[in-house]
């Protein structure tokens, strides 16, 4: 298994509280990625990092900002929280642009209440 | 915007059956992935298709990369109650920006009761 963390695993906040989500990789890999998984909407690409300070929108990244200051962590915060961000968030790795095929972390469930 | 069809939405099996599943699009892309997410964790994943017409196995699992580069689809013969679970298919073209892994709604297997 690839060796991506993330942390916390289960979260429970109130709305318009502030929440970061950490990833963090052994791979050395240069590609990371957050993903949200809704029911009906399958993984959608929120951000993702192409190195080190280097990071770029996803289809839904209105309400989330991310960071990458080391190769093996990315940040993922939630400025203000809302319930509409309740979700399971997946952070992802890849070594290679083309070609590509990404492993997944174990999951952060986000409850907003 | 490019969309990935997986279908069945979801499939009853029973011990020692085949199952069949397959992806679907009206855009071209040159990687065909896909995935097993079970209960509580992370997707993971399980072939990756690199070329058209490609076919590769892995174990009981058989999947092909469609000639068109349109579809893909995926083969479990003669399934354990293990193989219950969520398959997601996922599509690159590369030739856009990094980032650019999209991923079909899943294919959900449950037990035959």
């Known amino acids: 298994d690839a060796g991506i963390t993330q942390s916390p695993r289960h979260k429970v906040t109130e709305t318009g509280t502030p929440v970061t989500l950490r990833c963090h990789q052994t791979?050395?890999?240069?590609?990371m990625y957050w993903y949200r998984q809704d029911p009906g909407h399958g993984l959608r690409l929120i951000h993702y990092s192409y190195g080190v300070k280097d990071t770029d929108k996803g289809e839904v990244s209105d309400g989330y900002s991310v960071s990458r200051s080391k190769t093996e962590d990315f940040l993922l915060t939630l400025e203000s929280a809302t319930s509409s961000q309740t979700s399971v968030y997946f952070c992802?790795?890849?070594?290679?642009?083309?070609?590509?095929?990404?492993?997944f972390g174990p999951g952060t469930r986000l409850l907003v209440l | 915007g490019q969309q990935l069809n997986q279908s069945p939405q979801s499939m009853f099996i029973q011990e020692g059956e085949d199952v069949s599943m397959n992806c679907t699009s009206s855009s071209i892309f040159n990687t065909w992935l896909w995935y097993k997410q079970d209960p509580g964790e992370g997707p993971v994943l399980l072939i990756a298709l690199y070329k058209a017409g490609e076919l590769t196995s892995n174990g009981r699992l058989t999947a092909q990369f469609g000639i068109t580069r349109k579809d893909s689809f995926l083969n479990i013969s003669a399934s354990i109650p293990s193989d219950v679970g969520i398959y997601f298919c996922?599509?690159?073209?590369?030739?856009?920006?990094?980032?650019?892994?999209?991923f079909g709604k899943g294919t959900k297997l449950s037990v035959k009761p």
């Open positions: 992802a790795i890849s070594e290679s642009q083309v070609k590509e095929t990404q492993y």
């Open positions: 791979e050395n890999h240069r590609y």
């Open positions: 996922a599509a690159e073209n590369y030739g856009g920006s990094q980032g650019n892994l999209i």
